[in-house]
């Protein structure tokens, strides 16, 4: 009788009275001889077999396997891990879910089971097996699927974890960089009228603020501030000088004629017998032998010969010295003809007369 074939997964050397069987993880076809080393192969990557196989079977989608394994089932095949999934049967490894997504669940059999980053989410690591994480404060994520959390612009800011969007500084606050967790308060003179502002505006003069501002302040009546300010100053430290009104960024100049009237904040006309020369807060008496009839006026005028002052400081007029007196100009006062054979006969006398010879002045000098 002839020579009988080997069965499928079984081999023989030649000469042989039996077969062998390839052992698991290894194939053949029928009928093949030789030593097992050389007619045994083994099952390609994705693949299993047990003893005496002819073919390998394919790992299920949801699985892989590496070369040669053995095993009569599939549980020789390994699952696939979170991160990963297994598209097809007789897969070598698991492809990795890729950034921007994760997948928490094993045995995956398909890339559509990888699932989206929230919003406020992220991720750039292939293969996460957990929820993504949070974006940072000062970030924000405003879609699903980021791979990296962006930055807040210069104005907004976001003060939590996991933030979809940013918020813009509120008025009185400013950021100037990017990707800030809080605002900044607008500095001491400084302000900030709107939203989302990334720097603060100096006050204007005739005006302050203290930190935190979103709106200058006027100073008050009598006072002053520059640009910038965080106080304003009183006009009172120097004489002569007045602030009107709110909101003065100088003090005005009461000039020649004029005092500071403290109380009302106005520069104000000297009164007729005073006088002064600017810069004060109080108009001066004119001095003695001088006057003036006019309001408003930087100095006091003598009186012409034969007249004095009506009063002997802060005069408003002049009068006329009487008979028997007289006033030189500039006199305070008038005089009498008290020398010798002097007299004057009429008022208003600049100098006294002298009698003419054979005669003398009367008692009381007036003729």
């Given amino acids: 009788s002839g ?10 050397s030649e000469g042989s009275n039996s077969c062998s069987s390839c052992p698991a993880g290894k194939h053949i076809s029928s009928g093949v001889t030789g030593d097992e080393s050389s007619v045994c192969s083994d099952c390609s990557a ?10 390998c079977s394919d790992c299920p989608a949801g699985k892989h396997i590496n070369s040669g394994a053995t095993g009569d089932d599939t549980s020789v095949c390994t699952t696939c891990q979170v991160g990963r999934y297994s598209a097809g049967a007789g897969q070598e490894t698991c492809t990795l879910c890729g950034q921007g997504k994760y997948l928490d669940s094993t045995g995956a ?21 957990t929820t993504c994480p949070d974006c940072q404060k000062g970030k924000f994520a405003a879609a699903t699927g980021y791979v990296l959390c962006k930055d807040c612009i210069t104005g907004a800011y976001a003060s939590q974890e996991g933030s979809e969007e940013c918020t813009q500084c509120e008025e009185g606050k400013h950021s100037q960089v990017t990707g800030s967790e809080t605002c900044d308060d607008c500095a ?30 006027n100073c008050g009546q009598g006072t002053y501030s520059n640009p910038g ?27 020649p004629g004029e005092h500071a009237d403290l109380p009302t904040h106005e520069c104000k006309p000297c009164i007729h017998g005073k006088y002064s020369v600017g810069g004060v807060n109080e108009c001066l008496d004119c001095e003695s032998g001088k006057f003036n009839l006019n309001d408003g006026a930087s100095s006091c005028s003598p009186c012409n010969p034969g007249n004095v002052p009506n009063s002997a400081i802060g005069a408003t007029g ?12 500039g006199a305070p006062s008038c005089s009498d003809c008290s020398d010798e054979g002097q007299f004057s006969s009429s008022a208003g006398a600049a100098t006294c007369s002298t009698a003419p010879a054979g005669t003398k002045p009367t008692s009381d000098r007036q003729g």
């Fill in 109 to 129: 059999v398909a890339e559509t089971q990888c699932k989206v980053c929230a919003k406020g989410k992220y991720n750039d690591i292939p293969g996460l097996g």
């Fill in 318 to 329: 002049c009068t006329q010295c009487t008979a028997g007196k007289y006033a030189a100009f």
């Fill in 229 to 255: 300010s965080t106080s304003c100053d009183t006009c009172e430290h120097t004489q002569g000088f007045v602030a009107k009104g709110n909101g003065n960024n100088e003090c005005v100049y009461c000039g």
């Fill in 188 to 217: 001491a003179g400084t302000f900030t009228d709107y939203r989302g502002a990334v720097v603060c505006t100096f006050c204007s003069g005739g005006k302050y603020s203290s930190e935190g501002a979103s709106v200058c302040l």
């Fill in 3 to 12: 020579c009988l074939s080997c069965d499928a997964g079984k081999f023989s």
């Fill in 46 to 55: 994705g693949r299993y077999s047990g003893t005496a196989s002819a073919t």
